[in-house]
């Protein structure tokens, strides 16, 4: 059993700050966990805009504070993100985000993050090195 809280991984390695300015995130389970995902906390700053593409994950993001605008960089589509709002990237799409407040999500990416990544030029993570251990009871640690 892990229990950890973001308090508790604020300021380590796990507490990763953007160098676009735009977002940090606090990333309380990571692929070295070896449970198939990871779950984050993110926070994006009031007045920002952030372009992001998970080429090589799915993502669910579920917003707990603020209020933000996603648009689908595919479609055009546009849609007001507020708190209990969920939005899953299930097509790998590419969205940008546009804060009206500083907003905070929690985020759950599939295959889990390593913890040190950032959005390259693309606007996506680089493929994941660290995988899971499958095991006959599933997806476990060693």
Request: charged residues 25%; negative net charge; hydrophobic residues 30%.
């Amino acid at each position: 059993m892990i229990v950890r809280s973001f308090k508790d991984i604020e300021n380590t390695d796990r507490h990763v700050k953007a160098k676009s300015g735009t977002w940090e995130s606090k990333r309380i389970v990571l692929a070295k966990e070896r449970v198939g995902f990871s779950l984050h906390e993110t926070t994006v700053y009031a007045g920002t805009e952030t372009t992001m593409w998970y080429a090589h994950h799915i993502e669910a993001v579920l917003c707990v504070a603020g209020e933000s605008e996603l648009t689908n960089e595919e479609t055009g589509e546009k849609h007001w993100i507020t708190p209990g709002t969920m939005y899953l990237l299930d097509g790998h799409e590419r969205h940008t985000l546009r804060p009206r407040t500083d907003s905070r999500y929690v985020c759950v990416f599939n295959p889990p993050v390593t913890g040190a990544e950032d959005h390259d030029a693309t606007g996506a993570y680089p493929l994941p090195t660290e995988a899971p251990v499958l095991t006959a009871e599933g997806v476990g640690r060693p």
